[in-house]
């Protein structure tokens, strides 16, 4: 039987479950990724039908899929094309050297012409250029159906060949494939939301902290809640968030600073952890807002529910690490950090959601930068 594609005036969508059962009839039935919500259907299909991995980073990603390979597995590998800069070393250096090949969907966010945010305007003009440079055939899938089963064949036989291949998906290429189970963190009571938290940390801040936020809805809602010249929205660079803490407050003894990162950006660059520790500013407050999913990308699940990130922070050598669960607990948590110190890992598990659609932080990256270094009289 066949199945229809959606057909939007002008426009063509794929059907996600059409193409995700060609991939699996060419025997493409493993995956592992980093969401984008480009390729959030896809995901979905390989979670609700498939063996999905979900890696910390998109190198992980790679080197998960090299070894389902050598396991006799054809595997898929799917990122957005910020993280194709994560995924350059194995790509350079463990799938070409060892014959390995994989089949890759990468997003085009910042396609020229169709409007995107900053971040990714100089990866959506490279993305293509640094496929060709890591020498993996490459091509834009197509969002006609016939043409891009004739793709799927061709990029088979380069897999077949054990030469990687990539495709670069353009924005609405996938059309609606729902996730059949949302995983969600187990508590006993309700948990608070990130407005809800964002609002008590911008509340009971002194007026001379510095506010760091990590990529996505984050940095995004705590824009909503108050633009402010001692915030920095982080909008790209996921995982780098608490780094960034560590330089500025490394640098500046003299100011306070509030670090504060959600699950899946601190597992993308969990090593951060360890570095945070080693050098312990004491003016430094890393506050982790666990939602155990990658929720601005479309709540695709963390392994987060698997670990106990403040035993982690514990055992990297944090010189003070608490778990709140509650507004006040973490109000309270602050005046102590205020009063005496030291550097401080605050876990607080919140609750999935935003009210309505976010907007993006109004302020230009460079100009929220400019105008932190004005504030810190840099
Ligand atoms: C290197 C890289 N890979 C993927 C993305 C896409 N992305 C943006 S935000 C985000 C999810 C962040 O998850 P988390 O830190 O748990 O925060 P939440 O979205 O749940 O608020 C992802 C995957 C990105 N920006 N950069």
Redo the contacts with the bound molecule.
């Keep these: 039987m066949k199945r229809e594609i959606s057909k939007k005036p002008g426009s063509f969508m794929l059907d996600t479950r059409f193409i995700g059962d060609e991939l699996k009839a060419l025997g493409f039935d493993f995956y592992s990724g ?3 919500s480009f390729l959030k259907y896809l995901i979905n299909y390989a979670i609700n039908h498939c063996q999905y991995i979900a890696a910390a980073n ?1 190198g992980d990603a790679v080197a998960v899929c090299a070894g389902a390979y050598l396991g006799g597995r054809k595997s898929v590998v799917l990122m ?1 094309n ?2 194709l800069t ?1 995924a350059t070393s194995p790509l350079a250096s463990l799938n070409p050297i060892y014959n390995i090949p994989v089949l890759g969907f990468v997003s085009l966010r910042g396609q020229a012409g169709v409007k995107d945010e900053p971040q990714h305007e100089l990866m959506g003009k490279i993305t293509e250029e640094t496929l060709t440079l890591l020498d993996i055939p490459h091509a834009r899938l197509s969002k006609d159906r016939e043409t891009a089963l004739t793709q799927l064949k061709r990029a088979n036989q380069y897999i077949e060949d054990r030469k990687s291949f990539f495709f670069v998906v353009e924005k609405d290429t996938f059309e609606p494939h729902e996730l059949l189970e949302i995983k969600s963190l187990k508590t006993e009571q309700p948990l608070p939301s990130r407005r809800a938290v964002l609002e008590a940390l911008v509340e009971n801040s002194q007026k001379d902290w510095v506010l760091l936020a ?5 940095g995004r809602e705590l824009a909503e809640v108050a633009d402010r010249e001692n915030h920095l929205y982080m909008v ?1 660079s ?1 995982g780098c968030v608490s780094s960034l803490g560590l330089g500025l407050s490394y640098s500046r003894k003299d100011i306070k600073c509030l670090a504060i990162d ?4 601190l597992l ?1 660059r969990m090593g951060s952890l360890a570095t945070n520790a080693y050098y312990r500013p004491k003016n430094l407050l890393h506050i982790l807002l666990d ?1 155990g ?5 479309g709540s695709q699940f ?1 392994v987060s529910s698997n670990l106990d990130f403040a035993r982690i922070a514990e055992g990297s050598g944090y010189a003070n690490v608490k778990s709140v669960s509650n507004l006040p607990a973490l109000i309270e948590e602050m005046k102590i950090w205020d009063k005496n110190p030291e550097l401080t890992f605050l876990y607080m598990k919140i609750q999935p959601g935003v009210a309505g659609k976010l907007s993006r932080p109004g302020t230009r990256p460079k100009d929220v930068a400019q105008r932190l270094m004005k504030f810190l009289g840099t």
């Design positions: 980093v969401p984008c998109e957005q910020s993280g994560n990590t990529t996505g809805y984050t790209g996921m959600g699950d899946g950006s993308m939602n999913c990658h929720e601005s990308t963390t």
